[in-house]
């Protein structure tokens, strides 16, 4: 009877009486066959783009115990070469197992199986556990039940389908593919509670990838819609949208829109599907929807439960505010009203606060009060039909030689009112006395003897001289620094039709000196009196050494309207008069005026 050979390692099994004087070589082929199936190692070359079938031979050529003579009957195989597509490596089509390595380059899929059978996919740079029953191969990896371990380092995916519980750090360098809606699960300190994270039950495929940074505070996190992930200010409530509708458009829900129909009426196209709570909104921004109309095309959606409906809005001045609130009513309104147009006037003005008063005793000039205007600058809108407060700041007083003092601060001047925020020129500082430094102020106070000179407030006037006896800063120049010293020049102004300058700075004293264009006065020596500055000039008081000084110069506002505009609704006696087209409105004295 010849030998036969077993179906899986293909052993050479001799029949009684045959092979006489060979029939120990063949017995160690078997040998050498059994130890490399057992141990053995084989690398094979798979490159390119064809199928590969594994050799497969009887252990009758197993001659050399070091390796098989074939490349099937090993217990670890390891791929290589670069493949230019996907490839099937096949083996017998018998029970068997192997460890796998696949260490082929080129970015494509190899798969290992029985021959005319199922295979499975070996990634890539990494090693893993099969066995076949001869029509299908499996991946041991891919099947472990549940696993618990203190630390885990894979390069390559991991896929669990059953509980894996680790203690200590787990570094993947591939994917965790936890199947079946697989969650992580996230347990507190105590292991008693957790939060986890899984997968919808229909979840689409998508990838989220993480910010790069954590953000700032009460910042949220926000996609991109193609997955990246960023932090994020909350910013609630409507998009407005930055560019103005002024033609037939589509509208998207989440959006406000700033609706022009100066040149013809607009349709807006409604979204053609809407989920409850979608919120638009549209605002008439040249108040012509009364003119020119809106209308609303629902694009199949109901409209406060009307089918097919074309609402139009036509009030000047509308917000329309819509929310859909569902199948059933559709799109609601939540604010349709139109908004009531409150009518302004753009008027021009100057205002000048109170001078100080100069200083006693080696006194230092007043300072000029704060000068503020928007003259051929700008306009300030006052709202049709409101009143406006006008308060005129009165000059500081002056003091008498006797003691030898600080000059007084000149007063305030304002104007209040409902729609337009408070506008307040501050009083000029008083000069310095008897060795003391000037007072802050709209400009201000010049310095004593070996003092130093108060400060202006920027954009109403400028500093008082520091030195001995300086003059006091005026609304266009600061004093100069040095001894008994001039005051500063005060601006100039034509809003009454007429050049006039305000807010001069009052001189030094002990020595003659000229106070500053626009109502300062000099500075003298015994036995004179410093001379108070003229009314409504808002200029400063020159200083003195033994004798008084003299009152600063009371403020002024000057309102220049249009005339069409002007109502002649005043109080406080102010002074009106005529310039070209606008009206002048001189206030030297509290008032108010009624747009």
């Not at 409507?238 to 129909?261: H, K, L, M, R």
């Not at 009112?417 to 006395?433: D, E, L, N, P, V």
């Not at 009196?529 to 200029?539: E, L, R, T, V």
Request: charged share 10%; aromatic share 6%; hydrophobic share 25%.
């Amino acid at each position: 009877m010849p030998s036969s050979f077993t179906s899986r390692l293909k052993l050479e099994r001799q029949a009684s009486g045959e092979n006489s004087g060979t029939w120990g070589n063949l017995v160690n082929y078997v040998l050498n066959r059994v130890d490399a199936s057992v141990k053995g190692y084989k690398a094979v070359d798979v490159a390119g783009s064809a199928n590969v079938t594994l050799t497969s031979n009887n252990s009758t050529s197993n001659t050399d115990d070091s390796t098989t003579d074939d490349q099937v009957h090993n217990s670890i195989l390891e791929f290589t070469g670069t493949l230019t597509a996907n490839i099937n490596v096949f083996t017998d089509a018998v029970e068997t197992n192997y460890a796998v390595f696949n260490n082929t380059s080129g970015s494509f899929t190899l798969t290992f199986g029985p021959t005319g059978g199922a295979g499975v996919d070996i990634k890539q740079g990494t090693k893993t556990l099969v066995y076949t029953d001869g029509t299908t191969m499996y991946d041991i990896t891919k099947d472990l039940g549940d696993i618990q371990v203190t630390g885990l380092t894979s390069n390559g995916n991991v896929s669990i389908t059953g509980d894996t519980d680790i203690t200590g750090n787990t570094d993947v360098t591939g994917n965790i593919a936890l199947k079946t809606q697989g969650a992580v699960v996230f347990e507190d300190s105590s292991g008693g509670e957790f939060a986890a994270i899984k997968a919808n039950a229909t979840t689409t495929s998508y990838t989220l990838t993480l910010p790069p940074t954590t953000g700032t505070a009460d910042q949220v996190m926000a996609t991109d819609g193609s997955g990246n992930l960023s932090f994020t200010d909350v910013s609630g409530g409507t998009s407005w949208q930055s560019s103005i509708v002024t033609a037939n458009t589509s509208v998207t829900a989440g959006n406000g829109y700033w609706i022009d129909t100066t040149s013809a009426a607009i349709t807006l196209t409604l979204p053609g599907s809407a989920s409850v709570g979608d919120t638009i909104e549209l605002v008439d921004y040249a108040r012509t929807w009364d003119t020119n109309s809106i209308t609303l095309n629902t694009n199949s959606l109901n409209y406060q439960g009307l089918v097919g409906a074309s609402p139009e809005y036509n009030d000047s001045g509308q917000h329309l505010r819509i929310v859909y609130s569902g199948a059933t009513k559709g799109w609601i309104p939540t604010d349709d009203d139109p908004t009531t147009n409150k009518d302004v006037v753009g008027v021009e003005y100057l205002l000048v606060a109170g001078g100080g008063s100069g200083g006693a005793g080696e006194g230092g000039g007043g300072g000029a009060g704060g000068y503020l205007t928007n003259y051929t600058v700008s306009t300030l809108n006052l709202s049709v039909g409101e009143t406006y407060t006008i308060t005129v700041g009165g000059g500081g007083s002056g003091v008498p030689g006797s003691p030898k003092q600080v000059g007084t601060n000149g007063f305030n001047s304002v104007i209040s009112g409902s729609g337009i925020s408070t506008i307040t020129a501050f009083g000029g500082g008083g000069g310095g006395g008897s060795g003391l430094d000037g007072v802050d102020g709209g400009s201000g106070g010049g310095c004593s003897a070996s003092a130093t000179g108060g400060s202006g407030t920027a954009g109403q006037g400028n500093d008082g001289g520091t030195g001995s006896r300086c003059g006091g800063g005026g609304a266009g120049v600061a004093a100069a620094d040095g001894t008994e010293t001039n005051g500063g020049n005060g601006l100039q102004s034509s809003i009454d039709g007429t050049a006039t300058y305000y807010g001069g700075g009052g001189g030094g004293g002990h020595a003659p000196t000229t106070g500053g264009l626009g109502g300062g006065t000099g500075g003298v020596n015994n036995p004179n009196s410093s001379s108070p500055s003229p009314a409504n000039s808002g200029g400063g008081t020159g200083g003195c050494n033994d004798f008084s000084t003299g009152n600063g110069g009371s403020g002024i506002c000057i309102l220049r309207i249009p005339t069409a505009e002007y109502t002649g609704s005043v109080t406080g006696a102010p002074t009106v008069s005529v310039d070209g087209t606008d009206t002048v409105v001189k206030f030297t004295g509290n008032g108010t005026y009624t747009a």
